[in-house]
């Protein structure tokens, strides 16, 4: 079993920026694909950026590249989310998610494993 707990969330103006982390419990990180989503009100949640195992292979969705990065530290068990030039669309509530497949996709009934999920809201 994994567990996945995130921090980081919080309230920045428009054009600021956050970091998450997302640190997972046992022992099979270094087999785990990381990825971001993000669920707004009135929307469906969706991918924000996904990081493989092995050669860190990554993918953002179009409406984050270039100002997010997704990074991780297979000795510490986190994946980071570094979020830059914030817009207030970018308010959402960002949920950690992990598979054990070599491979980052949107389709959110493929994840396993679920953070709680941590608030950001960018104010313009």
């Known amino acids: 079993q994994v567990q996945l707990i995130e921090s980081g969330g919080g309230l920045v103006q428009a054009g600021g920026l956050l970091r998450f982390s997302c640190a997972a419990s046992?022992?099979?990180?270094?087999?785990?694909?990381m990825s971001w989503f993000r669920h707004a009100p009135g929307k469906e949640r969706g991918l924000v950026a996904g990081?493989?195992?092995?050669?860190?292979?990554?993918t953002y969705a179009d409406s984050v590249k270039g100002r997010l990065t997704i990074s991780r530290d297979n000795a510490k068990n986190t994946v980071y989310l570094q979020m830059n030039s914030l817009k207030p669309e970018d308010t959402a509530v960002y949920y950690c998610?992990?598979?054990?497949?070599?491979?980052?996709?949107?389709?959110?009934?493929?994840?396993?494993?679920w953070g709680q999920g941590t608030q950001v809201t960018v104010s313009s």
């Open positions: 990081i493989t195992w092995g050669v860190a292979r990554t």
């Open positions: 046992g022992r099979v990180f270094n087999s785990l694909t």
């Open positions: 998610a992990a598979r054990l497949v070599f491979a980052v996709t949107s389709n959110t009934a493929s994840y396993t494993y």
